[in-house]
C-alpha cells in the first residue's frame, strides 16, 4: 500500500504543478518518499473504502428525483473525471430546478482531481451559490 498509493496522485494530479514542485530526478524521489511517508502515517483501509464505494456508482437514472438546489465543480484538469467526456454537462441537465456546473480553469497552482482540496479555488463559486438559496 505504502509503496504504491503516491500513484493516485501522481497519475491524476496536475503535471505542471508536479513539473513545479518536482523538476528533478532528485525532486521527485523526494516527493515520492514524501508521498510513501504520508501514506504510511494513513489507514489503507480507509483509500480502499473510498474506492469500493465508486465502483458501482452510477446515479444518473435518479438525478430527475433530485429536489434540492445543485452546485456541481470540477477541474479542467481532473483527469479522474475528464471535463473532456462532457459527462458532468449531462448528468446536470437531468437534474431538475436548474443545477449549475462550475469548470474551474486548470493552471500551474490547481492539483487535477484533487483541486477539491484547494477551498480557495473553488470556494467563491460555492459563495455565490449558497447566497443565491432563497432564505430559510
Known amino acids: ?52 464505494a465508486v465502483m458501482d456508482y452510477a446515479p444518473e437514472e435518479l438525478l430527475p428525483r433530485i429536489k434540492a438546489k445543485v452546485m456541481a465543480i470540477n477541474s479542467a484538469d481532473d483527469m479522474v473525471n475528464p471535463p473532456e467526456l462532457h459527462t458532468m454537462e449531462a448528468g446536470i441537465a437531468r437534474i431538475p430546478g436548474g443545477a449549475r456546473y462550475v469548470l474551474l480553469p486548470a493552471d500551474a497552482t490547481t492539483r487535477g482531481h484533487y483541486t477539491y482540496e484547494q477551498a480557495a479555488k473553488w470556494s467563491p463559486h460555492l459563495t455565490i451559490f449558497l447566497n443565491g438559496l432563497p432564505a430559510r
Not at 7 to 13: E, P
Open 1 to 52: 500500500w505504502t509503496i504504491t498509493a503516491p500513484g493516485g496522485r501522481l497519475n491524476t494530479g496536475n503535471v505542471l504543478a508536479l513539473q513545479a514542485r518536482a523538476g528533478s530526478v532528485e525532486a521527485g524521489d523526494a516527493l515520492y518518499r514524501q508521498m510513501v511517508a504520508q501514506a504510511q502515517r494513513a489507514d489503507a483501509r480507509d483509500a480502499l473504502f473510498a474506492t469500493e
